[in-house]
């Protein structure tokens, strides 16, 4: 590679590592569902709070937040951006399968630290129930974000409105507690 194609590469770096810190401000609310709650129990102890989804990905997965929508709190506390954005990727490229769903006790059905889009569609057609599905979003203890973009793609594709009240609930929204 050339010198000048080097120094436009770090160039260009720079500017998407600047623009991916100036950018959190600017993502729009989530909006919140508080009656998609009801039926699914979280207790206020699983709400996450501190470090969130957003401080890993910045803006890289665009407004919408691309297909990640929960990580494991060390992967956010290492900044592990790579790995979220890679995340991500693979799972809009090569969707975990239902059989994987049968093959794991919690809801990172491929044990790479992130929950995507894609495994929560594996346990909705599964045959899990809504409170099943709760369940092993809970047991990860990790920290979630939903934008309203995902939201529609979730319910767009089936997923019930208490599956996507019990996302709201992990990520602090729509209050503490709803019951199933």
């Known amino acids: 590679m050339t010198?000048?194609?080097?120094?436009?590469?770090?160039?260009?770096?720079?500017?998407?590592?600047?623009?991916?810190?100036?950018?959190?401000?600017?993502?729009?609310?989530?909006?919140?569902?508080?009656?998609?709650?009801?039926?699914v129990a979280i207790?206020?102890?699983?709400?996450?709070?501190?470090?969130?989804?957003?401080?890993?990905?910045?803006?890289?997965?665009?407004?919408?937040?691309g297909y990640l929508i929960a990580a494991a709190p060390e992967k956010i506390q290492r900044r592990q951006?790579?790995?979220?954005?890679?995340?991500?990727?693979?799972?809009?490229?090569?969707?975990?399968t239902v059989q994987q769903v049968h093959e794991s006790e919690n809801a990172d059905l491929n044990g790479d630290g992130f929950i995507t889009l894609d495994e929560i569609l594996a346990m909705a057609r599964s045959g899990l129930s809504d409170r099943e599905i709760a369940d092993r979003?809970?047991?990860t203890h990790f920290i979630f974000r939903v934008t309203p973009q995902q939201e529609r793609?979730?319910?767009?594709?089936?997923?019930?409105?208490?599956?996507?009240?019990?996302l709201h609930a992990l990520s602090g929204?729509?209050?503490a507690q709803a019951s199933l």
């Open 137 to 139: 979003l809970q047991k």
């Open 43 to 65: 207790p206020a102890a699983a709400i996450n709070r501190g470090p969130v989804l957003t401080d890993l990905i910045g803006g890289d997965l665009g407004i919408g937040g």
């Open 153 to 166: 793609y979730l319910t767009d594709r089936g997923v019930s409105q208490n599956v996507i009240g019990a």
């Open 173 to 175: 929204e729509g209050g």
């Open 3 to 39: 010198r000048q194609r080097v120094s436009l590469w770090v160039s260009l770096l720079a500017a998407t590592a600047a623009l991916g810190v100036g950018c959190q401000a600017n993502k729009p609310a989530v909006a919140t569902n508080a009656d998609a709650t009801e039926g």
């Open 81 to 96: 951006h790579q790995q979220a954005i890679a995340a991500a990727h693979k799972a809009e490229e090569s969707p975990v």
